[in-house]
């Protein structure tokens, strides 16, 4: 989904997407934030599991590391460009 494209009502001078695009916008935003949180909750299970002494010797090293990952994406509010939506 493509929010700056013409389809999509955007306009530089303020946005009017349609109900039906911020629904699917928003849900696809959801999904997103649960599958950051899935991986996230599974760094916190494996770095207590490697605390507790519970894995194998690979596990307890990289449990160890600073784990990192890129999140794209996390600045795209709809309210930037659709100024009538509420906050």
């Known amino acids: 989904m ?3 494209s013409s389809e999509n009502r ?3 001078d303020g946005a009017h997407y349609d ?3 911020i629904a699917r916008y928003r849900a696809a935003q959801r999904d997103h934030v649960e599958r950051i949180d ?3 909750r599974e760094m916190v299970r494996a770095r207590k599991a490697a605390k507790a002494g519970a894995v194998d010797d690979v596990t307890a ?3 160890g590391w600073q784990n990192m990952f890129k999140v794209p994406r996390t600045g795209t509010d709809l309210r930037n460009w659709h100024l009538t939506l509420d906050p």
């Open 38 to 40: 899935t991986i996230a």
């Open 10 to 12: 955007y306009d530089p």
């Open 19 to 21: 109900t039906a695009l």
């Open 61 to 63: 090293q990289t449990a």
């Open 2 to 4: 493509f929010l700056f």
